[in-house]
Nanobody, 126 residues
Framework: QVQLVESGGGLVQAGGSLRLSCATSGRPFSILTMAWFRQYPEKEREFVATISWNGVNTNYGDSVKGRFTISRDNAKNTVYLQMNSLKSEDTAVYYC???????????????????WGQGTQVTVSS
């Protein structure tokens, strides 16, 4: 089992920044592919970003490329999502996810991941 706990969400003005964190426990963090997804009300979860176990490989959803950065600190068992130049359409619940498998092209879909956090709300006011 892997436990994921997100933090760092909140209310921010358009153009501002937030950094989300996801702390993990229960399994060696360094072997996990990690990702962030987001979900709008009554919509499917949308891929935001993913990162390989060593941080070498990353991938981003088209709507966040150039604005968001995913990173990880294996010593702290934590993955981060730095969100800059936030827009009102970034308002959503953000979820952290983990997969005990190597990073691959399938890492942008929800079924790739085994474990999910409870989500953290990000609200961007215009």
């Amino acid at each position: 089992q892997v436990q994921l706990v997100e933090s760092g969400g909140g209310l921010v003005q358009a153009g501002g920044s937030l950094r989300l964190s996801c702390a993990t426990s229960g399994r060696p963090f360094s072997i996990l592919t990690m990702a962030w997804f987001r979900q709008y009300p009554e919509k499917e979860r949308e891929f935001v970003a993913t990162i390989s176990w060593n941080g070498v490989n990353t991938n981003y959803g088209d709507s966040v490329k150039g604005r968001f950065t995913i990173s990880r600190d294996n010593a702290k068992n934590t993955v981060y999502l730095q969100m800059n130049s936030l827009k009102s359409e970034d308002t959503a619940v953000y979820y952290c996810a983990s997969a005990a498998r190597p990073y691959s092209g399938g890492a942008s879909i929800t079924s790739f991941y085994n474990y999910w956090g409870q989500g953290t709300q990000v609200t961007v006011s215009s």
